[in-house]
T-cell receptor, first 113, second 116 residues
Framework: EAGVTQSPTHLIKTRGQQATLRCSPI?????VYWYQQALGLGLQFLLW???????NRGNFPPRFSGRQFPNYSSELNVNALELEDSALYLC????????????FGEGSRLTVL | DAKTTQPPSMDCAEGRAANLPCNHS???????VYWYRQIHSQGPQYIIH???NNETNEMASLIITEDRKSSTLILPHATLRDTAVYYC?????????????????FGTGTRLQVTL
């Protein structure tokens, strides 16, 4: 069974540009979480989607947004990129309504120049 | 979600048991203790979780104190491949209507270094 998959693996952008990251959850999982992990730091909660709706978001500015599609895949959009947005962006999925353990993808490393 | 406190780093000799402590003194009665680990540059991996009873699986054992204010993750025979950052988090095992259930705060974890 395929795990959580994320794309792209690496992404390089310049300040002011927009980045789009994608995530496919494990089959049967309807909850998708996004985390940001800056170099040497812990995981910071970004967004949680379940059944196509945003259920909760962390302390990030509105230029961090996303959506969940009918097939439960998700994308994270970061607008007006800033240098400090450089980080590993991790996606995780779980069973419906945030139950059970999280299964993480390998992440998308975003570098902003 | 309750906050957790972990030592920033620990060392363990290969073949020995690694005991990783976690304090969660403000844990609520409906919050589970979860452990994850993150090997360098990879996505975090689920290890084990528990509510109040001790738990064991093929990867590790979880010992939760009777007052549930702290727990210990035990890797019985650490290997070099167990070198990683270990995260202890507490989480409400409820649905989306429990608003804080989703804000899983991982913190900075314990960096375990297993040596020869």
């Amino acid at each position: 069974e395929a795990g959580v998959t994320q794309s792209p693996t690496h992404l390089i952008k310049t300040r002011g540009q927009q980045a789009t990251l994608r995530c496919s959850p494990i089959s049967g999982h309807t909850s998708v979480y996004w985390y940001q992990q800056a170099l040497g730091l812990g995981l910071q909660f970004l967004l949680w989607y379940d059944e196509g709706e945003e259920r909760n978001r962390g302390n990030f500015p509105p230029r961090f947004s996303g959506r969940q599609f009918p097939n439960y895949s998700s994308e994270l959009n970061v607008n007006a990129l800033e240098l400090e947005d450089s980080a590993l962006y991790l996606c995780a999925s779980s069973l419906a309504a945030g139950l059970g353990e999280l299964f993480f993808g390998e992440g998308s490393r975003l570098t902003v120049l | 979600d309750a906050k957790t406190t972990q030592p920033p780093s620990m060392d363990c000799a290969e073949g020995r048991a690694a005991n990783l402590p976690c304090n969660h003194s403000t844990i609520s009665g409906n919050e589970y203790v979860y452990w994850y680990r993150q090997i360098h540059s990879q996505g975090p991996q689920y290890i084990i979780h528990g509510l109040k009873n001790n738990e064991t699986n093929e990867m590790a054992s979880l010992i939760i104190t009777e007052d549930r204010k702290s727990s210990t993750l035990i890797l019985p025979h650490a290997t070099l491949r167990d070198t990683a950052v270990y995260y202890c988090i507490v989480r409400v095992a409820g649905g989306w209507d429990t608003g804080t259930a989703s804000k899983l705060t991982f913190g900075t974890g314990t960096r375990l270094q297993v040596t020869l």
